[in-house]
């Protein structure tokens, strides 16, 4: 079988980026996806605060991801459900999917072009270094949601969550709400990883505390979980010993952050970026690799679906361009330097010849910054200085710039990024 | 007169300010640590009427998935949130279920319907 363009990956990423490729002229295309049905994570996530951004209005999960799957219909964007890509590799300048479907077993797709949009997963329990016994009841936070939200199981009674993060937040609630006891959240680092509307709203409305520079350090139970320790740690994250403290329950959940699912990527040959564990890109979201696209959170973890859907329409616009009149090879490529703060960009790198007008870079800071400027410059000459009051871990941040404003600049060769600070906070 | 105070965290924005109400059995007296205007507004609404919104579960009969996503179409009053859940918890809806049906309408007296927030086909 032959195509134009394989989009992996039917979450909210690979759906706008198939869509905006139909819409620019890509009629030969394929969404493959693993589970039976569209609409990746936000399957699951049944709360309400997507696409505050895009539409106005706080729309949950399924909502949000049923309005693209509608699209793709309109559209008539063929869909392959339950079908898994294993494989992914290069022939000449064909890119060589492997796929496995029930039905149809194992088979391999020639495709001229390939839009990465795999998502991302859960970090492994690896992360709770605990000596002992692995009884029943430890979950990690997704899968509990999964449980909870699409087979309507409730994993437990009595719960502790370890990890702050937005997923553990969540879960806290929604247990609470279909009749748990939710006894504690505990946080090995001094501040949260969650969005501070997700701590107000999941756990101070529920008095549910929340326990800052504390971890597990012991789970009793053969069978099941009867209790876990928790413990204080000190400013090396080592427990303090006589901190400890046993908290009876039968289920902990485990909400230890997420990671871009790069296995594939890496496969093809695929460069990657140590900070965000996601592919390196250019201003067209193009990979190392000529025709291979990556988009959502395989290239870095979001926490705004509404950014994912933007950044991903972009992939599949320059996709289609990639197919029907062909992108020009780089030729002024300007690397993104990113010091002082902020901790990556993406893209990486930009071409002047290939940007759009405006091209948006996104980035995360490493702290939080209060009454600080992001500055991008070119041999010190300012571009951009934008102060905001406060910059936070949490938040994806961004800057525009314009192909205008670059083009001025004779042997552009490198743009830095950074933060410039009056004062450094404490922590959220 | 009992003047209390009342401590809130914003959510307006990351910054987070930690307000402080003063207030005669809701009548507000001083708002003091908003960064912003936008901050007094959510004290003031917290205050005098909390609302959220509320998302839940329901039970499917004969559907492709056991449980349909259900939420309040708009905010509902705090102290209602656990009568809401609970009394989701007895409400059993055959397959087809549509994204927007109503599946309980005007939960708990608050004029308030909740609705489907997925489509559940027969399985
Ligand atoms: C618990 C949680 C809560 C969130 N809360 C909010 C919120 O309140 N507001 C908000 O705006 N955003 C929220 N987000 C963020 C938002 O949901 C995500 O950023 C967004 O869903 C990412 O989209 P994606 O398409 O990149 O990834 P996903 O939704 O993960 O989709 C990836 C898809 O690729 C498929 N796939 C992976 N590998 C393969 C393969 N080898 N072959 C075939 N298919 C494959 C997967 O099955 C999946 O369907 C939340 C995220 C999580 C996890
Ligand atoms: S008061 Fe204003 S500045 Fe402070 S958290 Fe609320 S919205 Fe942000």
Not at chain 1, 47 to 74: C, Q, S
Not at chain 1, 311 to 319: I, Q, T
Request: hydrophobic share 40%; with cysteine.
């Amino acid at each position: 079988m032959k195509k134009d363009l394989i989009i992996i990956g039917g979450g909210p990423a690979g759906l706008a980026a198939a869509i905006a490729a139909k819409e620019a002229g890509v009629d030969d295309l394929l969404v493959i996806e693993r589970d039976a049905v569209l609409g990746g994570i936000l399957n699951q996530c049944i709360h309400n605060g997507f696409g505050l951004h895009t539409f106005k209005e706080e729309l949950t999960g399924p909502e949000y991801a049923g309005r693209y799957i509608e699209k793709a219909k309109e559209l008539s964007i063929p869909c392959e459900c339950g079908t898994m890509v294993v494989d992914l590799a290069l022939s000449d300048d064909r890119k060589l999917v492997t796929v496995m479907n029930k039905q149809k077993g194992l088979y391999t797709i020639e495709a001229k072009a390939v839009i990465l949009a795999m998502g991302c997963r859960e970090r492994s329990r690896g992360a709770l270094n605990i000596p002992g016994y692995r009884p029943a009841g430890i979950y990690s936070a997704g899968t509990a949601q999964r449980y909870v939200n699409i087979e309507g199981r409730m994993p437990g009674k009595e719960v502790v969550i370890l990890g702050s993060g937005d997923i553990g937040l969540i879960m806290a609630r929604r247990m609470t709400l279909e009749g748990a006891k939710v006894k504690v959240v505990a946080e090995l680092m001094p501040y949260s990883g969650g969005l501070k509307r997700n701590i107000v709203q999941c756990l101070d409305d529920f008095g549910i505390p929340l326990k800052l520079s504390h971890t597990v350090v012991d789970i009793k139970g053969k069978e099941r979980v009867e209790s876990v320790t928790l413990a204080q740690v000190d400013e090396k994250l080592k427990p303090i010993p006589g901190t400890e403290e046993e908290i009876a329950c039968d289920t902990l959940l485990l909400s230890c952050g997420l990671i871009p699912e790069n296995e594939l990527s890496t496969a093809l040959g695929v460069a990657m970026n140590p900070v965000t564990n996601g592919p390196l890109v250019n201003e067209s979201l193009e990979t190392n690799i000529e025709g291979v696209f990556a988009c959502g959170n395989v290239l870095h973890v979001h926490d705004l679906v509404d950014y994912v859907s933007e950044e991903s329409a972009l992939a599949g616009r320059k996709a289609a361009q990639f197919l029907t009149e062909g992108l020009a090879r780089p030729d002024r490529t300007i690397s993104i330097r990113a010091v002082n703060g902020v901790r990556y960009t993406v893209p990486a790198m930009l071409d002047l010849s290939r940007m759009e007008e405006k091209q948006l870079v996104r980035f995360r800071v490493g702290n939080v910054y209060q009454d600080a400027a992001v500055v991008v410059s070119a041999g010190g000459q300012e571009l951009i200085n934008r102060k905001k009051k406060v910059f936070a871990p949490g938040e994806m941040e961004q800057v525009i710039l314009t192909k205008k404003q670059l083009s001025l600049i004779p042997e552009l060769e490198e743009l830095v990024i950074e933060i410039r600070e009056a004062k450094q906070g404490e922590g959220r | 007169m009992s003047i209390s105070t009342r401590e809130f965290v914003c959510i307006g924005c990351p910054l987070g300010c930690n307000i402080t109400v003063e207030h005669d059995e809701g009548q507000i007296k001083s708002i003091t640590g908003n960064t912003c205007p936008r901050g007094a507004e959510y004290v003031t609404g917290e205050l005098t009427d909390p609302r959220r919104i509320v998302t839940s579960l329901v039970k499917v009969e004969g559907g492709e998935l056991p449980v349909v996503s259900v939420k309040t179409r708009t905010a509902i009053p705090k102290d209602k949130i656990f009568d809401c859940t609970r009394a989701l918890r007895d409400i059993v809806v055959s397959a087809p279920v549509h994204m927007g049906d109503v599946v309980a309408a005007d939960i708990c007296s608050t004029g308030i319907d909740v609705i489907a927030t997925k489509t559940v086909e027969r399985g």
